[in-house]
Structures are given as structure tokens and as C-alpha cells.
């Protein structure tokens, strides 16, 4: 199993996290912080394979924690989860051995396809030797690199895909199109579009609700 340490101040967003990851076979999540400093106490008590990082911490920049984990001399492999645009920054991550981009927000398919080709990438650096020239590092690279092509459907954007699977990760007792539309301000019908989507890729199941006379209501459960 890849150990994964998911480092995001914000404790909603890092509980998602976590749900994320132990859906995605291969990996497991050895721990949960909310500042750099925890990040540098639990690696150094924990070493782990791979760290989902925010950049924008509360006590300091997910850069200087890079820096200070490369200063210790610990080769950890980190994804940058964050809503750092910065051009700046983005080339300051590629200098500190950032594997991985990924802005928020994201959907669930966006995280499981980072971590599905650092998996692939890992598979192909384990162990010790050469490879045989050139076409071999451009592989091994371009399994990390090379974007997800895998499109939302014409009309849907990542940021209201995002928000239905946000309200939709916290209603345990099943979510309706109606309800989902008042929690993000969307249309009933986008929101049953978006929810649809979801139970359609396996994110997400639906079950009719029996609750009055009529025709029963559709409700949507986490995936």
C-alpha cells in the first residue's frame, strides 16, 4: 500500500481528502494534519510515501515545508493540492520535487487520476538499475504529466461538479435534486443533471424515497 499524509488546514476539506484516498485502490492514509509544523512532526515519527499538501497553511507556506523536508534530507513525494494559481509558485513547486498539481477545487475523478498515475509512475521507478534510453524517461514522465482527458460533458463545469459532491459527501441520509439545488444555488434540473452524472460514474448511488403519497422522491447517496 502507498502511505499518503494529507496536510489541509481546513478540516472539512481534509476529511474529504482522506475519503478520497481510501477510495482509490493502492492507497492508504497513514495520517490527517492541519499545519506545516504537525506535517514536520508526523514525518519525522512517520515516514510515509507520498504527502497531499496545501500550500496555504496556517502557520506557513506549503513551499517552506518542501524546503525543509528536502533540507532533512527526506525524499517524500508530494502533491500539491491547493488553490495557488501563482505562476511563481507553480514554478517554485516544480523546483522543490512537486510530483503533482492539482488546484482546487477538484472533483473526486481528478484526485483518483493524480494518484492512479503516480501509482503507474512508481511501479515503473521501484527497485534499482537503468533504463534502456531516452523513450524510457519520457514514458515514465509523461505517466505523470500527461493530463486527465477524461471531459465533463458539454454545459457542466468542474466547480459546480465540485460543489454537488461537497454537499453531497455530507448528507448521509441521501440528498434530492431540490435539496441539492437550495445548498448550491443552481437549478433543480443542473442539480439533478450534476447528481445523475455522479451516480452514472459510480461516485454516486440513487434509491426512491417513500416518504409520500405520490410518486417517491429520488434521492442521491454518496458513492
Known amino acids: 500500500m502507498i502511505e499518503v499524509l494529507i496536510v489541509e488546514d481546513d478540516p472539512v476539506a481534509a476529511e474529504a481528502h482522506r475519503t478520497y484516498v481510501e477510495r482509490v485502490a493502492g492507497f492508504t ?45 527526506h ?14 509558485v507553480i514554478r517554485s513547486a516544480v523546483s522543490v520535487g512537486v510530483v503533482q498539481y492539482l488546484l482546487k477545487p477538484f472533483t ?14 512508481r511501479e515503473q521507478a521501484v527497485g534499482t538499475g537503468e ?25 457542466m463545469s468542474d466547480e459546480t461538479l465540485q460543489a454537488v459532491t461537497d454537499v453531497l459527501s455530507r448528507a448521509s441520509e441521501g440528498l ?4 441539492a439545488a437550495d445548498l448550491t444555488g443552481v437549478s433543480r434540473v443542473t442539480a439533478r443533471r450534476y447528481l445523475e452524472y455522479l451516480a452514472k ?10 416518504g409520500q403519497v405520490g410518486r417517491p422522491e429520488v434521492r442521491f447517496y454518496p458513492g
Do not use: W
Request: charged share 25%; net charge neutral; with cysteine.
Open 29 to 73: 492514509v497513514a495520517g490527517v494534519v492541519h499545519s506545516g509544523a504537525d506535517a514536520l512532526r508526523f514525518f519525522e515519527r512517520t515516514p510515509v510515501d507520498v504527502v497531499l499538501l496545501d500550500f496555504y497553511l496556517p502557520d506557513t507556506h506549503g513551499l517552506t515545508v518542501c524546503r525543509t523536508l528536502r533540507a532533512a534530507g
Open 131 to 155: 533504463v534502456s534510453g531516452q523513450a524510457d524517461v519520457d514514458g515514465m514522465l509523461a505517466t505523470l504529466r500527461t493530463p486527465d482527458h477524461r471531459a465533463l460533458p458539454k454545459g
Open 201 to 210: 460514474n459510480g461516485l454516486a448511488h440513487r434509491k426512491p424515497h417513500y
Open 108 to 121: 473526486f475523478a481528478s484526485l483518483r487520476d493524480k494518484l492512479d498515475r503516480y501509482a503507474r509512475f
Open 176 to 179: 434530492s435534486a431540490a435539496a
Open 75 to 88: 525524499d517524500v513525494d508530494v502533491i500539491a493540492v491547493t488553490s495557488a494559481r501563482d505562476l511563481a
